[in-house]
């Protein structure tokens, strides 16, 4: 049986989410952080020092199968990248009402703070959230409780109103006192959680998967941040820029997709995903392969050209090709060039009579 304690907290890792559960658990209750995990954002090896340094015990909550079905369509759209902030925090809190009886916990708490950001911190936003996911009567949250109306936890006598804090706005200023000098903590953590969603390098790989997969699922988007991403209209290919990249890139591969291997040289795996119903013409295998073997320096300097294995489930064939940057196909490092106009798509087709 697990143990039992008084809250689950959104653990992020972020300063609000550590100050939320002191602020809890300076009332004498007892918090359990909940650190949510997808191929986005989470950093599970970080548990075990947060626990020490903060003083919250956590645990990791993989989340990455429900989240990438919301990430394809969610119904708020998404902020500055591809970063869907009101429907992953519904989706949270949601997540974490599931929780609470396995746990024993009364109520949920997160370090969301009043008009920190812009989208999905408003007044109005936070009360839609707290609404979408169901969570109104055990949700509090404790920065910015006195901004906002009691809740049922406060008004059931389990949390102390008195105690609570009316932080808000954008400024960092309290949260920072209160981590440096009632606190004392040694280590400051960062504002922000770390989410790669709202990362431009990192949203330009998502982007595309978004873009041109109609149904992407987990395994696209882990390998949408695996190695060296390639984009050719709505061809993919990843080429490890290391070992570990190429081990993963292995395990990775699913048995429509091309996985290209350099032979007789030392060089990267490459792994060719087509859409789904769109296997590649033997000219693309042959210009994905060449373009492989351009980063297998020994085959570059053989002058020649060289054999490159391209395996699809279990066939096998040697392509002979000149290793190439500059191929037909046109391979390009993946950006969000266009991603605002496909967003405002997405938006009409999701209300088509706004
Ligand atoms: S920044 Fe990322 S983790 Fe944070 S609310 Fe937005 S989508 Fe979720």
Redesign the pocket.
Known sequence: MNKHYDALALF?GGLDSVLACKTIQDQGLSVLGLHFISP??GKPHLLERWSRVYGVEIVPVDVSEKYVEMLRDPANGY?KQV???ID??IL?LSHARTLLPQYGAKFLISGEVVGQRPM?QRRDTLNQIRNTAEVKDVLLRPLCALKLEPTPVEESGLVDRERLLDIGGRGRKRQLELARGKYGFKEIPTP??G?L??ETESAGRFFQVLKHHPAPGLSDFRLSNQGRQLWAGDHWLAVGRNKDDNDRLRELAAPADYLFDVVGFPGPVGLGRPMPGRAWSPEAVSDAAAFVASYSPKAVASGRPVRVAAMRGPNRREIVVAPCRETPLGWAEPDTEGLKEWKVERAGLRNPLS
């Open positions: 992020s986005f954002f902020g970063n869907p902030c992953c925090k949270m999905s922000g959680g989410c969603l709202t």
